[in-house]
């Protein structure tokens, strides 16, 4: 069945620390793959996809995300963790044929302290 | 701004009412999700329409339906209200590849 697994329910780091989230799929073929981010109250805002080529992908607000095939993984990143990250992190799929059935996965919260 | 408007903002009402949200697409994109977030169900799926047809149903409820005009906005249909249908309601513009837009939601409180 398909899936999409964030391990982590929450997640707390330091101001100025390196954050990774982590975000395992299970799909019959490689997906497109998508990270979104949601503030208290606000919508779901797209930070980053995937769909083919380079593995490392460059997002919006200095967030970067690597596909691991054999791992089926795309986890996400940043190099230093500032206050106003602290949100809600999700990550999603969909078919690689495109199309419209994304999966989500359930978010990992980040707690970002002084 | 995704591109993607939903009316209104917020919405209080009472347990039996029926309420209407509505989303307005991206230009260009012809698919709409409906989503129903809620603290203890977290992001759930509702519905999706594509031009106007219905494609797929997630955990909607009978009392919930919905709707997309020919000029491609939705509209999401809550009836016969109760206190558990208070949650934040989310429209979704899709384009092609799958890549989600969200609209900035509707907060439903039903006292």
């Known amino acids: 069945a398909q899936s999409v697994t964030q391990p982590d329910i929450h997640i707390t780091v330091s101001e100025g620390a390196s954050l990774e989230l982590r975000c395992n799929y299970s799909y019959g073929a490689t997906p497109y793959l998508f990270w979104y981010v949601q503030s208290p109250g606000q919508g779901l805002q797209l930070l980053l996809k995937y769909f083919s080529g380079d593995t490392l992908v460059q997002g919006i607000k200095g967030f970067e995300a690597e596909f691991k095939r054999s791992q089926s993984s795309f986890n996400l990143r940043k190099p230093s963790v500032h206050w106003s990250d602290a949100a809600e992190y999700f990550c999603a799929v969909a078919p690689n044929t495109g199309g419209f059935k994304t999966i989500f996965g359930a978010g990992t919260r980040l707690f970002v302290k002084a | ?111």
């Open chain 2, 1 to 111: 701004d995704s591109g993607v408007t939903q009316t209104p903002k917020h919405l209080i009402t009472a347990t039996g009412q029926r309420v209407t949200l509505r989303c307005s697409p991206r230009s260009g994109d012809l698919s709409v999700y409906w989503y129903q977030q809620s603290l203890d169900q977290g992001l759930q799926f509702l519905i999706q329409y594509y031009n106007g047809e219905e494609r797929a149903k997630g955990n909607i409820l009978e009392r919930f339906s919905a709707q997309q005009f020919p000029d491609l906005h939705s509209e999401l249909n809550l009836s016969s209200l109760e206190l558990g249908d208070s949650a934040l309601y989310f429209c979704a513009s899709v384009s092609w590849s799958g890549t989600q837009y969200f609209g900035p939601g509707t907060r439903l409180t039903v006292l």
